[in-house]
């Protein structure tokens, strides 16, 4: 074997792995995906909103309904600087344990009854998605969570309630990753390499809008959704856009 091909079985190793995620998630998550895509398209039908949000890495899903081709027009996510890692990763990593910042951060939304929220976090223990979730539900608003079902079982809660993300959200959507993400362990290495979460979160999160698009049609309704931009989608997308410029602050 040369040296190219003993390097790509190493990479072939994480194809693997990715390729038998999906498959779990499609084997046991599809229950989950059709109740939370049937509360999120009954939220836009009744002219209520989809909202996200995430920390960590996870924070990639909360942007991935948003403003895309493809993406629901009536998609919101919940967006701070301080869980961006361009202020610093420590930072970031130090907020989302931080206790009573979640109401800081939904005052800027109009949260409301009849809305659904995906928060999404690997782990499920740290305080700020925790909260998130508990007080999105004091709203009234139905809360999925997106985690990683045996990471967050390996590990106790780091808010001091002792709950998970998983113990205050209505719905829990798995992505059927190993604990600690990262998947492939090579000779040498302490731990693992190549995290999974945000291929499967990515995944899960398209399926909910696939999901959701096709239940608005079932109830004869039309979903609005993002054309790419880079296909000649300017003129539609500047329609939605200026629609909905007046609910969500980041378009």
């Given amino acids: 074997m040369s040296e190219m091909e003993s390097i790509m079985t190493q990479a072939e190793r994480y194809v693997t792995t990715v390729s038998d995620q999906l498959n779990a998630?499609?084997?046991?998550?599809?229950?989950s995906l059709r109740v939370?895509?049937?509360?999120?398209?009954?939220?836009?039908?009744?002219?209520?909103?989809?909202?996200?949000?995430?920390?960590?890495?996870?924070?990639?899903?909360?942007?991935?309904?948003?403003?895309?081709?493809?993406?629901?027009?009536?998609?919101?996510?919940?967006?701070?600087?301080?869980?961006?890692?361009?202020?610093?990763?420590?930072?970031?990593?130090?907020?989302?344990?931080?206790?009573?910042?979640?109401?800081?951060?939904?005052?800027?939304?109009?949260?409301?009854?009849?809305?659904v929220i995906l928060v999404a976090s690997n782990s499920g223990r740290n305080a700020l998605p925790i909260e998130m979730a508990m007080h999105a539900r004091e709203k009234g608003l139905k809360v999925i969570a997106l985690i990683n079902?045996?990471?967050?079982?390996?590990?106790?809660?780091?808010?001091?309630?002792?709950?998970?993300?998983?113990?205050?959200?209505?719905?829990?959507?798995?992505?059927?990753?190993?604990?600690?993400?990262?998947?492939?362990?090579?000779?040498?290495?302490?731990?693992?390499?190549?995290?999974?979460?945000?291929?499967?979160?990515?995944y899960l999160v398209n399926l909910l809008i696939v999901a959701a698009v096709a239940h608005i049609q079932s109830k004869g309704g039309h979903p609005e959704v993002y054309i790419s931009s880079n296909s000649d989608g300017d003129d539609h997308n500047a329609a939605l856009a200026s629609k909905y410029r007046h609910h969500i602050k980041h378009l």
């Fill in 36 to 115: 939370g895509a049937e509360w999120i398209g009954e939220a836009l039908l009744n002219d209520r909103w989809f909202y996200t949000f995430g920390t960590g890495h996870s924070r990639l899903l909360a942007e991935e309904v948003f403003h895309r081709a493809g993406g629901l027009a009536r998609a919101v996510p919940i967006l701070d600087d301080r869980i961006y890692f361009s202020a610093g990763a420590q930072q970031a990593t130090d907020f989302e344990r931080q206790q009573g910042t979640a109401l800081e951060l939904m005052s800027d939304y109009p949260l409301q009854e009849g809305d």
């Fill in 25 to 31: 998630i499609r084997k046991t998550q599809w229950d």
């Fill in 149 to 202: 079902v045996n990471h967050a079982k390996a590990w106790p809660s780091r808010h001091p309630s002792g709950k998970h993300l998983s113990d205050v959200s209505d719905l829990v959507l798995d992505n059927c990753g190993v604990q600690g993400d990262a998947a492939i362990e090579m000779t040498g290495i302490p731990g693992r390499v190549a995290a999974t979460s945000t291929i499967t979160g990515a």
